[in-house]
């Protein structure tokens, strides 16, 4: 099951890189995404019904981490599609007041599940067993339905829940950062003083060849913060816009040199830095 999994997400991803590349506008965006998402659960239906887990442990897995992450794909697309087809026109305040209160009308809806939600948030283990076992009590109550949700022998109904707490934290994260663009960088940057503040004086591409690694190498937030959100903390960090990383990616993907130019120089002058600290240093 975990290869099929693996193969699976990168498929999606795949496809996401080219949707992204080529799409600016968000609502299409979604559209496209929420129709390869929906092939990919389809596809995952299919699997499921006929392959077998080889332990609890990679049943528990499945249930709690595998689909969840592709099922809260689904549903943040489909929540984002409609926010942003209901987002206002106008002044910037106004947009502010609507995003913000998403934001608000997000933290709400945890309330529903407040003891399960505090469950899986505090990354504990004990229960495990009742809540991603289909041999054990499904929970389908106030579970989004989609396709095979609700079918015990494709769910505990638990995922269900695991994948909205995920997609809800998505759109947070987005919210958040529309609201960002929106108050503008001179809000942030007043705070802080311009002696110590970061630039970013190498080109884009390499920075954005940077984001990938780390992106493909799961170290920011456990590997599970997307491009997006990972470049938009670097475009603070080094005060600057990187605009369509996707686009820059094809590029870097493309090029005859390799995709890891600036990555092979960064490390060539690790070694030659570390190679002069050795030879010089005194025992």
């Not at 975990?2 to 609502?27: C, G, P, R, Y």
């Not at 049943?59 to 794909?73: M, N, R, V």
């Not at 909205?164 to 001179?186: C, F, P, S, W």
């Given at each position: 099951?975990?290869e ?15 949707i992204?590349a080529?799409e ?7 559209e496209r ?5 929906r092939?990919?659960?389809?596809d995952l239906?299919?699997?499921l019904l006929?392959?077998e ?6 049943e528990?897995w499945?249930?709690k981490e595998?689909?969840?992450q592709?099922?809260?794909k689904?549903i943040?697309h489909?929540?984002?599609y409609?926010l942003e ?6 002044r910037d305040?106004?947009?502010r007041k609507?995003?913000?209160?998403e934001i ?7 309330e529903s ?11 504990q283990t004990?229960n495990d ?5 289909r041999t054990h009590?499904s929970?389908f109550?106030?579970c989004?339905?989609?396709?095979f949700d609700?079918?015990?022998n ?7 829940k ?19 663009k929106?108050?503008?960088?001179a ?12 630039e970013w ?7 954005v ?6 992106a493909?190498?799961?170290v920011?937030n456990?590997g599970?913060?997307d491009y ?7 475009e ?16 870097i993907?493309?090029r ?6 600036f ?6 002058k ?5 190679d002069?600290?050795?030879e010089?240093?005194?025992?």
């Amino acid at each position: 099951m975990k290869e099929f999994m693996t193969q699976l997400n990168a498929v999606w991803d795949f496809e996401l890189q080219k949707i992204q590349a080529s799409e600016e506008h968000i609502v299409r965006i979604c559209e496209r995404v929420l129709t390869i998402t929906r092939k990919a659960l389809a596809d995952l239906r299919t699997h499921l019904l006929i392959a077998e887990f080889k332990d609890k442990e990679e049943e528990i897995w499945f249930f709690k981490e595998a689909k969840p992450q592709l099922l809260s794909k689904l549903i943040y697309h489909e929540k984002l599609y409609n926010l942003e087809l209901r987002r206002p026109l106008g002044r910037d305040k106004l947009v502010r007041k609507y995003l913000e209160n998403e934001i608000l009308h997000l933290e709400h809806s945890y309330e529903s599940y407040t003891e399960f939600y505090l469950y899986f948030r505090t990354g504990q283990t004990t229960n495990d067993e009742h809540y991603f076992l289909r041999t054990h009590q499904s929970c389908f109550n106030d579970c989004e339905a989609h396709g095979f949700d609700s079918d015990p022998n494709l769910s505990t109904g638990y995922d269900c829940k695991v994948a909205r707490i995920l997609a809800q934290d998505m759109l947070v994260t987005y919210l958040n950062r529309e609201i960002y663009k929106l108050k503008g960088h001179a809000s942030v940057h007043k705070h802080h003083d311009s002696a110590h503040s970061l630039e970013w004086t190498g080109s884009k591409t390499s920075l954005v060849e940077l984001i990938y690694g780390l992106a493909q190498a799961g170290v920011i937030n456990h590997g599970k913060s997307d491009y997006k959100e990972i470049a938009h903390s670097f475009e603070r960090l080094f005060n600057t816009s990187l605009g369509n990383i996707y686009k820059t990616f094809e590029k870097i993907r493309m090029r005859e040199t390799g995709p890891t130019t600036f990555l092979d120089t960064v490390k060539v002058k690790l070694i030659d830095y570390t190679d002069k600290f050795n030879e010089y240093r005194v025992n």
